[in-house]
């Protein structure tokens, strides 16, 4: 075997379970219970409203909000989604499709208002209108 060749491991796998759930505290507090367990990345569930980009108090929301996921609508959600969660240490996965770009801004916003490195977060966003066209029917246009 050649002198220079040296084995670098591979990264660890990312455990992490799709959850959240009535409340960016309530999700905080399954995230911080995960981790704790030994969940190494997080996998953030929407609710309907926040994946179709509807506000809260929007008609179409009604009785959607915090059912099958999380609702975010502003940067506080965030605030409290991931307090006591360090950013620059986990790797986090948002399946969100048509709001991805402003999900991901409101992810780095509050890095940023951290003060964590952006150079550190790692993570994943998922945006695949086709996906939300064909099979789920969830489109505005």
């Known amino acids: 075997m050649d002198k220079a060749y040296q084995h670098t491991p591979d ?16 999700s905080n507090e399954l995230y911080r ?12 569930a929407f609710d309907l409203p926040t994946q179709t980009a509807y506000d809260a108090d929007h008609i ?5 909000v915090g059912k099958v996921g999380v609702p975010v609508k502003h940067l506080g959600d965030m605030r409290l989604l991931f307090d006591q969660l360090p950013l620059e240490e986990m790797n986090t996965s948002m399946t969100i499709n048509a709001p991805a770009a402003w999900m991901l801004a409101l992810y780095v916003a509050l890095a940023d208002e ?10 994943t966003t998922q945006n695949d209108i086709v996906k939300e066209y064909l099979s789920r029917g969830t489109y505005v246009f």
């Open 114 to 123: 951290r003060g964590d490195d952006r150079k550190k977060l790692r993570g």
């Open 33 to 44: 219970g995960n981790l704790a367990k030994g969940q190494t990345g997080l996998s953030i």
């Open 60 to 64: 179409l929301s009604k009785g959607e």
């Open 11 to 26: 990264r660890p796998w990312i455990f992490r379970t799709y959850a959240g759930h009535s409340t960016a505290t309530k």
